[in-house]
């Protein structure tokens, strides 16, 4: 079982930078691939970001590519995601999660993933 606390989310305006934070539980979060995902109203849960149980990929939207880092400590059980120029499109529930056994399909996708934060909100005014 891997619990996952987000943190870090707020309102900004457009242009500027928020560094969302997940703490995991768990003495194995090593060996968990770990995601960013959001969702905005009305919309369905989208892929932002993925990094591997190294640290040593990441892998992300196109949408946010060049904009935001995907990071990981694992002594410190916590991913991170820095977000840079940001626009309001990118207004949202953002979710940390947990993948035991993600593949190349799946780590875009929300099935890929076996453990799920409850969100932090991200607002970014025009």
């Known amino acids: 079982q891997v619990q996952l606390v987000e943190s870090g989310g707020g309102l900004v305006q457009a242009g500027g930078s928020l560094r969302l934070s997940c703490a995991a539980s768990?003495?194995?979060?090593?060996?968990?691939?770990m995601g960013w995902f959001r969702q905005a109203p009305g919309k369905e849960r989208e892929f932002v970001a993925a990094?591997?149980?190294?640290?040593?990929?990441?892998y992300y939207a196109d949408s946010v590519k060049g904009r935001f880092t995907i990071a990981r400590d694992n002594a410190k059980n916590t991913v991170y995601l820095q977000m840079n120029s940001l626009k309001p499109e990118d207004t949202a529930v953002y979710y940390c999660?947990?993948?035991?056994?993600?593949?190349?399909?799946?780590?875009?996708?929300?099935?890929?993933?076996?453990?799920w934060g409850q969100g932090t909100q991200v607002t970014v005014s025009s």
């Open positions: 990094i591997s149980w190294s640290g040593g990929r990441t």
């Open positions: 768990g003495r194995t979060f090593s060996s968990y691939v």
């Open positions: 999660a947990a993948g035991g056994s993600v593949s190349t399909t799946t780590r875009v996708t929300a099935r890929g993933y076996d453990y």
